[in-house]
T-cell receptor
Framework: DVKVTQSSRYLVKRTGEKVFLECVQDMDHENMFWYRQDPGLGLRLIYFSYDVKMKEKGDIPEGYSVSREKKERFSLILESASTNQTSMYLC????????????FGPGTRLTVT | AQSVTQLGSHVSVSEGALVLLRCNYS??????LFWYVQYPNQGLQLLLK??????LVKGINGFEAEFKKSETSFHLTKPSAHMSDAAEYFC????????FGAGTRLTVKP
């Protein structure tokens, strides 16, 4: 089975802190994604990566950056956390685009106070 | 550009009743369509997908969905709801990135 793991299930940070969320997949997938999930808004794409060191902005990249130094690992960075970044963050991976489903991690619920 | 609309943010059914969750999509190219389920405090998992071929797609846990091009719909059904079906359900359309609907929360009453 594909396994996608995220470094933390719950995280509480203070405004202005730098926050790292890490995601690891074990199926050699080319593509990895970061979403945030908010009630009534579904999943919104923050960034995705289709190869090591490659990244593309999604719909809501402002306030976030990403890093993909190894194929299996995709990190989301909040340079200076703000209260409006309180959300559920979901990582996903897929072997390709278009017809391929995405495999999700369990999510990290981030609270910024 | 692709988009998905899920009709009804909350659906409540009795145990044993039919489940119908509605999804309409917009796509400028032949769509690839997905339904995912999210149980509390978990990530999303795939229920079923339509890529090409048969328009009636069967998935896990007794769910199925029918792709209707003329109606641009991909509604999810299950003949008989079970308490364990209570979850949030997301419809998605793919190409080149995946677009998710806002989700429908299904409640199953005993």
């Amino acid at each position: 089975d594909v396994k996608v793991t995220q470094s933390s299930r719950y995280l509480v940070k203070r405004t202005g802190e730098k926050v790292f969320l890490e995601c690891v997949q074990d199926m050699d997938h080319e593509n990895m994604f970061w979403y945030r999930q908010d009630p009534g808004l579904g999943l919104r794409l923050i960034y995705f990566s289709y190869d090591v060191k490659m990244k593309e902005k999604g719909d809501i990249p402002e306030g976030y950056s990403v890093s993909r130094e190894k194929k299996e690992r995709f990190s989301l960075i909040l340079e200076s956390a703000s209260t409006n970044q309180t959300s559920m963050y979901l990582c996903a991976s897929s072997p390709g685009l278009l017809r391929y489903e995405q495999y999700f991690g369990p999510g990290t619920r981030l609270t910024v106070t | 550009a692709q988009s998905v609309t899920q009709l009804g943010s909350h659906v409540s059914v009795s145990e044993g009743a039919l489940v119908l969750l509605r999804c309409n999509y917009s796509s400028s190219v032949p769509p690839y369509l997905f339904w995912y389920v999210q149980y509390p405090n978990q990530g999303l998992q795939l229920l079923l997908k339509y890529t090409t071929g048969a328009t009636l797609v069967k998935g896990i846990n007794g769910f199925e969905a029918e792709f209707k091009k003329s109606e641009t719909s991909f509604h999810l059904t299950k003949p008989s709801a079970h308490m364990s079906d209570a979850a949030e359900y997301f419809c998605a359309v793919s190409g080149p990135d995946m677009r998710f609907g806002a989700g429908t929360r299904l409640t199953v009453k005993p």
